[in-house]
């Protein structure tokens, strides 16, 4: 049994790559380092941060690619791909504001 007193590491998922489980331990050790480990109930919200994050490097580098392409010839739909991409970004973007807020800043209010 668990002394409610010790502070618990929680692994990353197994299916997680490399840089998905760097950046989750980085996160829990930030919050240790402000002595409010991660609760249990807290690990999905960091799970989710963490796939966000991957999400957003996948569209810049879908944007960017797509930027290259619209530079070089003028196909409408490289540009509304571009576009869409933008705004996939911005809404993914928003969504890891508001999980980092969860993990993170309101533990600094408290």
């Given amino acids: 049994m668990l002394n409610p007193n010790e502070i618990r590491d929680f692994r990353p998922p197994t299916w997680m790559g490399r840089r998905e ?30 796939r966000t994050m991957v999400r957003i490097e996948t569209l810049q580098a ?18 509304s791909r571009l576009i869409a991409t933008a705004r996939q970004i911005d809404a993914s973007t928003k969504l890891a504001q508001g999980l980092w807020d969860r993990l993170i800043c309101t533990v600094v209010a408290q």
């Fill in 21 to 50: 489980k760097r950046a989750f331990n980085s996160v829990q050790k930030l919050r240790k380092s402000r002595n409010s480990p991660l609760k249990e109930t807290e690990i999905p919200v960091l799970i989710e941060y963490v």
């Fill in 62 to 79: 879908i944007f960017d690619d797509d930027d290259r392409r619209m530079r070089t010839s003028r196909d409408a739909s490289v540009k």
